[in-house]
């Protein structure tokens, strides 16, 4: 890629994220029932675009940590540690951190580091949070998989443990991925597999991705193919439950909040990806579409496919209704960087990934256009 080429899939990337998150945040946790009743055309039974109007003052929690892996490679150099992302969530974060994020946090205030801060008094160390904020990682390294991985454990030590660094280190290595792909040659089993290779073969979390792609080829539809990739969580989760006591037990593994868990939003991520791609009418949104329709933690699941597909598709071809509502603006709850263009947080993100590639992936140097 020259540079050009590269800022517009990270420009599309970090769209396509932006886009995903306000396409899924109203349908978050809501119940698989209640969205088809609820949000799905009475005809053809689909959602195909957003469910509400934009605002583009809304603040998702899930891209502050990202903005926060962004700053502190900009403060530290490429080389940063969880320590210093720990120390960036201390300087930065200002509200809203849940679950694993909101223990770890607590940990850090009180001087405890990375690792320790993702397990001490933390019950929610398998939770989505680790993926949720992957993207960044692909971001900057474009068709360095590796790297992108590299970086992903480091962030995902911060709170997360076992499959909840896997999840976070899948999804980066697809986004990294993404960069090699075009909207005219999609071929997301590819991207699927690839990131599998990133995992060790005996993790829970890459065995369950190999069970979903099973799923995929033996189901005609999405619908049925969800039912059966559930059908395959709620096995793995009455294990964790006989395994588990106390607050895991009962505030998480057996509550409603057992939606958190990776595994299952893994699963939606790679179904809506396999059943997406067969769509051509929008082939963009029609993955954000289908994750959104499978409930669970939809802005998360929709944020992390949008920016697959808008790092897939680049700024230049996202469809217009997906793009032009989201007026070029981000909001954040970042101490001191609370409103964004997204031209220009994409072109920071863009400067970062050069450096990085240029250091850590040298084969793959973004080159000027010139």
Same mark, same amino acid.
């Given at each position: 890629?020259?540079?050009?080429?590269?800022?517009?899939?990270?420009?599309?990337?970090?769209?396509?994220?932006?886009?995903? #998150?306000?396409?899924?945040?109203?349908?978050?946790?809501?119940?698989?029932?209640? %969205?088809?009743?609820?949000?799905?055309?009475?005809?053809? &039974?689909?959602?195909?675009?957003?469910?509400?109007?934009?605002?583009?003052?809304?603040?998702?929690?899930?891209?502050?940590?990202?903005?926060?892996g962004l700053l502190t490679l900009e403060e530290k150099g490429i080389e940063i540690s969880s320590r210093d992302?720990?120390?960036?969530?201390?300087?930065?974060?200002? &509200?809203?951190?849940?679950?694993?994020?909101?223990?770890?946090?607590?940990?850090? $205030?009180?001087?405890?580091?990375?690792?320790?801060?993702?397990?001490?008094?933390?019950?929610?160390?398998?939770?989505?949070?680790?993926?949720?904020?992957?993207?960044?990682?692909?971001?900057? *390294?474009?068709?360095?998989?590796?790297?992108?991985?590299?970086?992903? /454990? %480091?962030?995902?030590?911060?709170?997360?443990?076992?499959?909840?660094?896997?999840?976070?280190?899948?999804?980066?290595?697809?986004?990294?991925?993404?960069?090699?792909?075009? *909207?005219?040659?999609?071929?997301?089993?590819? +991207? %699927?597999?690839?990131?599998?290779?990133?995992?060790?073969?005996?993790?829970?979390?890459?065995?369950?991705?190999?069970?979903t792609l099973k799923i995929y080829e033996t189901h005609e539809n999405w619908r049925d193919a969800r039912t059966?990739?559930?059908?395959?969580?709620?096995?793995?989760?009455?294990?964790?439950?006989? *395994?588990?006591?106390?607050? /895991?037990?009962?505030?998480?593994?057996?509550?409603? +909040?057992?939606?958190?868990?990776?595994?299952?939003?893994?699963?939606?991520?790679?179904?809506? $990806?396999?059943?997406?791609?067969?769509?051509?009418?929008?082939?963009?949104?029609?993955?954000?579409?289908?994750?959104?329709?499978?409930?669970?933690?939809?802005?998360?699941? !929709?944020?992390?496919?949008?920016? %697959?597909?808008?790092?897939?598709?680049?700024?230049?071809? $996202?469809?217009?209704?997906?793009? *032009?509502?989201?007026?070029?603006?981000?909001?954040?709850?970042?101490?001191?960087?609370? #409103?964004? &263009?997204?031209?220009?947080?994409?072109?920071?993100?863009?400067?970062?990934?050069?450096?990085?590639?240029?250091? &850590? !992936?040298?084969?793959?140097?973004?080159?000027?256009?010139?």
């Amino acid at each position: 890629m020259n540079s050009e080429e590269y800022y517009n899939k990270v420009l599309g990337g970090w769209l396509g994220r932006v886009a995903g #998150s306000h396409f899924g945040t109203p349908l978050e946790f809501r119940p698989y029932k209640y %969205i088809q009743k609820k949000y799905c055309d009475k005809g053809t &039974k689909e959602i195909t675009g957003y469910v509400k109007p934009v605002n583009t003052e809304t603040v998702n929690d899930d891209e502050i940590y990202e903005i926060v892996g962004l700053l502190t490679l900009e403060e530290k150099g490429i080389e940063i540690s969880s320590r210093d992302i720990a120390e960036g969530w201390a300087k930065y974060l200002i &509200k809203y951190q849940y679950t694993a994020e909101k223990a770890a946090k607590k940990n850090i $205030l009180k001087g405890i580091m990375p690792p320790e801060s993702a397990t001490l008094n933390n019950i929610w160390f398998d939770a989505i949070g680790g993926q949720m904020k992957a993207d960044i990682w692909g971001l900057i *390294s474009p068709n360095c998989p590796e790297v992108a991985a590299h970086y992903a /454990r %480091i962030d995902g030590a911060v709170a997360h443990s076992g499959i909840g660094i896997d999840g976070e280190v899948f999804i980066a290595g697809i986004v990294s991925n993404a960069f090699a792909q075009t *909207s005219d040659s999609l071929d997301l089993k590819s +991207l %699927i597999q690839n990131g599998l290779k990133l995992l060790p073969p005996d993790s829970r979390y890459a065995k369950f991705i190999g069970e979903t792609l099973k799923i995929y080829e033996t189901h005609e539809n999405w619908r049925d193919a969800r039912t059966e990739m559930l059908r395959q969580w709620y096995k793995i989760r009455k294990h964790l439950i006989h *395994s588990s006591n106390g607050m /895991r037990k009962y505030a998480y593994l057996k509550s409603p +909040l057992q939606f958190l868990n990776v595994l299952p939003n893994a699963g939606i991520i790679v179904l809506s $990806l396999l059943y997406g791609q067969e769509d051509k009418t929008d082939p963009f949104g029609r993955p954000i579409c289908i994750s959104g329709m499978m409930a669970y933690d939809t802005d998360c699941n !929709c944020g992390n496919i949008g920016t %697959i597909m808008g790092t897939i598709f680049g700024a230049e071809e $996202l469809p217009a209704p997906w793009k *032009s509502p989201l007026k070029n603006t981000f909001t954040t709850y970042i101490k001191g960087q609370s #409103s964004w &263009k997204i031209t220009e947080l994409a072109s920071r993100i863009a400067d970062l990934g050069k450096k990085v590639i240029a250091e &850590k !992936c040298p084969e793959r140097k973004v080159e000027s256009k010139d």
